[in-house]
Nanobody
């Protein structure tokens, strides 16, 4: 079955950095777009970054452009989110997401989430 396992969250001071990882299994990772979402306290879940299967296209939320970088290692079935210059407003649970197309139907699969807290 499809599994997405995130890691790398934690407590960091403003201006600091973290790198999140998501190890995927149970589907064809190399041909699938991968996304990072986040949900802050009292907020709706929002798309943070997206990356096409071979890295030809990367998209970012305006709020993280220039600070966050999405990357992937297809040999390791892993997608990363490098987060620099973190701000308190980046505090959220971060989720790995894979929209998987099967029999013409796209289904969103989610990891369990990893907490990122930016605070002094």
């Amino acid at each position: 079955q499809v599994q997405l396992v995130e890691s790398g969250g934690g407590l960091v001071q403003p201006g600091g950095s973290l790198r999140l990882s998501c190890v995927a299994s149970g589907f064809s990772f190399t041909t699938n777009t991968m996304n990072w979402y986040r949900q802050g306290p009292g907020k709706e879940r929002e798309l943070v970054a997206s990356m096409s299967p071979f890295g030809t296209s990367r998209k970012y939320a305006d709020s993280v452009k220039g600070r966050f970088t999405i990357s992937r290692d297809n040999a390791k079935n892993t997608v990363y989110l490098q987060m620099n210059s973190l701000k308190p407003e980046d505090t959220a649970v971060y989720f790995c997401n894979a929209p998987i197309l099967r029999a013409g139907v796209s289904t969103a699969f989610w990891g369990q989430g990893t907490q990122v807290t930016v605070s002094s």
